[in-house]
């Protein structure tokens, strides 16, 4: 079983819908929890963290739920420029460094 | 900005070469990490410095992978005897003190083996 694992999608969703993202790991030792946004052939970057009291951040609330081993993100009032693939990413046994997830990819269209 | 940059950005090789591909972190940074990401999958961890020293090795495949980091800084993964299935790219990231912190990525080291 791998450590993280997501939905791939796509997702196609149209401008200003709500979509939500799953995640699931495997290690119930891990403490740390992110999202990671990738452009299309660019480097990854954090768009938030996940903490268990849930977090928002403008648009985007992301959820933790430690006794299934789960974690969420929603996106409300899609635009276009979210169109990207979100990564769900979990610290390691280790603790040092993070497992990404595959990806799941959205597609937000006019 | 002074972010992460890795050379080279693109490499072709022949299978059996050996290849080095460079990181220069953030500077300050004391954590260091080398991902692979192959086309459709998220990037796979292979190994975490903190400092000189490789803190988790325990993602590098097999013995032809080794990575370096002499003096804290720059980092040089290399690869002896490439595959093609070692094809992919080599995402280098650093963190300010590591322990799961945010990663800064660089914009990767494209590796094609013929």
């Known amino acids: 079983r791998k450590e993280v694992e997501q939905d791939p999608g796509p997702f196609n969703v149209p401008e200003g819908a709500t979509v939500a993202f799953n995640c699931t790991y495997s290690n119930s030792a891990s403490q740390s929890f992110f999202w990671y946004r990738q452009d299309c052939r660019k480097e990854p970057k954090l768009l938030m963290s996940?903490?268990?009291s849930g977090n928002e951040d403008g648009r985007f609330t992301a959820q933790l739920n430690r006794a299934s081993q789960y974690i969420s993100l929603l996106i409300r009032d899609s635009k276009l420029s979210d169109s990207a693939t979100y990564l769900c990413v979990v610290n390691t046994n280790s603790g040092y460094a993070l497992n990404f997830g595959k990806g799941t990819s959205l597609l937000v269209t006019p | 900005g002074a972010g992460v940059s890795q050379t080279p950005s693109n490499k072709v090789t022949e299978k059996g070469k050996y290849v080095e591909l460079r990181c220069d972190p953030i500077?300050?940074?004391?954590?260091l990490y080398w991902y692979r990401q192959s086309l459709g999958q998220g990037p796979e961890f292979l190994i975490y410095f903190q400092g000189t020293g490789a803190a988790d090795d325990s993602g590098l495949p097999n013995d032809r992978f080794f990575a370096v980091r002499p003096e804290g800084s720059v980092s040089t993964l290399k690869i002896q005897r490439t595959e093609r299935g070692d094809s992919a790219v080599y995402l280098c990231?650093?963190?300010?003190?590591?322990?799961?912190?945010?990663?800064?990525f660089g914009e990767g080291s494209r590796l094609t083996v013929l």
């Open positions: 990231a650093s963190s300010r003190t590591g322990a799961g912190g945010e990663l800064f």
């Open positions: 996940v903490y268990s």
């Open positions: 500077s300050g940074h004391t954590a």
